[in-house]
């Protein structure tokens, strides 16, 4: 079963930047919509960003709007979240999912994504 792998998590202070990456083995990414969840502890998952595939429009949570950008590169078959301006409240379980074609879902329809990574943990802290 293609599973995702996320990457790029750890520790940085408040206002630093963080660039997570998001691959897989078995699967070319370049076919699909790649979102972008992040889950703080004692909260529900919730959606951040997501890319489509053939126009990579991109689609953002209103939190993240003008802080983070998620991009895609098809030769490495890699897409990147980069997060700046980063937040106590960034802190999270960060994943990603591929949409079931090239065409996001909304980010409110999780159901709508699968082969979810394991996560990647990212801490914003002084």
């Known amino acids: 079963q293609v599973q995702l792998v996320e990457s790029g998590g750890g520790l940085v202070q408040p206002g630093g930047s963080l660039r997570l990456s998001c691959t897989a083995s078995?699967?070319?990414?370049?076919?699909?919509?790649i979102g972008w969840f992040r889950q703080a502890p004692g909260k529900g998952r919730e959606g951040v960003s997501c890319?489509?595939?053939?126009?990579?429009?991109?689609y953002y949570e209103d939190s993240v709007k003008g802080r983070f950008t998620i991009s895609r590169d098809y030769v490495k078959g890699t897409v990147y979240l980069q997060m700046n301006s980063l937040k106590a409240d960034d802190t999270a379980l960060y994943y990603c999912?591929?949409?079931?074609?090239?065409?996001?879902?909304?980010?409110?329809?999780?159901?709508?994504?699968?082969?979810w990574g394991q996560g990647t943990q990212v801490t914003v802290s002084a």
């Open positions: 999912a591929r949409g079931g074609g090239g065409w996001c879902p909304s980010l409110n329809n999780q159901a709508d994504f699968r082969s």
């Open positions: 890319i489509n595939s053939a126009d990579r429009r991109t």
């Open positions: 078995g699967l070319r990414l370049d076919n699909y919509a």
